[in-house]
């Protein structure tokens, strides 16, 4: 039988685990989210990378400007995610039009052939949803995360000979100025793995229905492609008792505000699926609250969906919540599935007591409508703490401190402790 993909590949009584706390407020979520596991004592030994915008301003210190050496991600991080069992990062920081710079999460993801993106989108009590009703939301997304319009084979101008490739650009040739074209690549091996990926956590969780959503009425190549892999591979798990609808995926935009209970799992490609995935949260509390798993063969690296806020960057404004709903889903993909709901349960908690002193400025301006939600808001640190609290009541006074102390070393983001480009 083949291996769950979805759990890590090799039981232990240990793991190794690396931590990324990316650029800006990052630094603030991850230091988070380490005290609240602090709290828990976990079979995990950490060990800190860097990558993103950090280490991009560090690498054109050290080549110069223009070097092809200078990356947003370092050997060492790459040794580190290949030596370790599983990664979890917090957000990082992306500046457009700079010249040379690639993004270190799509780099993660093509390098160690990260295809499963998993995008749990549940109503959490206390937060609820902004839709009429109330109804129940507890859908999964498995967004493909390698191929598509993210393949990054693409065309500005597009040059002359590739005119004659397909009698369709004739349109385009004469009077329109240069042409910019980005290739959506499809291949039957990268569709079919992400609808089983999708079909497998459907059977494994017991749920009933899968969606696959697609443009194959007008995008006939490759989202046909997608169809028709998905009608396949549907018809093989019908004797599990799942069934599998294919629908438009602009579709699927409306339904989810008019009907999200009726969708389970969802399986998309990367562009459908990075929007549609975003919609999702949105239903759910948004960005502040949803996680995100980037999970191949080899590995898995986690993070919240949650940018990195540089304007509050090192500031402990940030709501913890969907970096520690990340990790929540780490500690299921290491086997360690109760410490993962008691993470859940605890956020759940804090969010629902809804005490003085325990919720950040988001929390109490979006969904508190508190109009003093500046002055009322407590740092993402004590948010944590509270959390941590629920799981162990005695992480207080001194334990407490020192936990503090240990997570804020491990977070340091002055230049001397970034791990990066160094001899
Ligand atoms: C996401 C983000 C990324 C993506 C960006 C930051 C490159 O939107 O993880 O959904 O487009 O995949
Ligand atoms: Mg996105």
Sequence with gaps: MARNILKVKEKKDRYDVTYMAGDDSGFDMMEGALLVMEAMDLPINWHRADLGWCMWEKSNKKFGEGDPRCNTVPPETIECIKNTDATIMAAITSKAGVKGFKSAILQMRQLFDLYINMRPAKKLPGIGTPLKGDPDIDIVMFRENTEDLYSAV?????????????????????????????????????????????????????????????????????????????????????????????????????????????????VASNVFGDILSDEASQLTGGLGFAPSGNIGETTA?????????????????????????????????????????????????????????????????????????????????????????????AFTGEKLAAAKEKVHKMCAWDEASLIGFDD
């Design 301 to 393: 690296l986690f993070e919240p969906s949650s940018g990195s806020v540089p304007k509050y960057a090192h500031q402990y404004k940030v709501n913890p919540s969907a970096m520690l709903m990340a990790c929540k889903m780490m500690l299921d993909y290491l086997g360690l599935e109760e410490e993962g709901k008691k993470i859940e349960k605890a956020i759940g908690e804090v969010l629902v007591e809804s005490k003085p002193g325990t919720l950040t400025y988001d929390v109490l301006r979006d969904f508190r409508n508190d109009p003093d939600w500046a002055k009322n808001a407590v740092s993402t640190l004590d948010m944590a703490a509270a959390i941590a609290q629920k799981i162990n009541p």
């Design 154 to 266: 693409e065309f500005y101008p597009l040059p002359k000979e590739m005119f004659d490739l397909h009698p369709g650009m004739n349109r385009f040739r004469e009077g329109k100025g240069n042409i910019a074209v980005s290739w959506r690549v499809f291949s039957e091996q990268g569709c079919e793995r992400i609808i089983r990926a999708a079909f497998e956590y459907a059977k494994a969780t017991g749920r009933k229905t899968v969606h696959c959503g697609n443009k194959a009425n007008v995008i006939r190549q490759t989202d046909g492609l997608m169809k028709k892999k998905f009608l396949e591979i549907a018809k093989e798990y019908e004797q599990y008792g799942i069934e599998g609808h294919e629908e438009n995926a602009d579709a699927t935009a409306m339904w989810l505000i008019k009907n999200p209970q009726n969708y389970s799992v969802y």
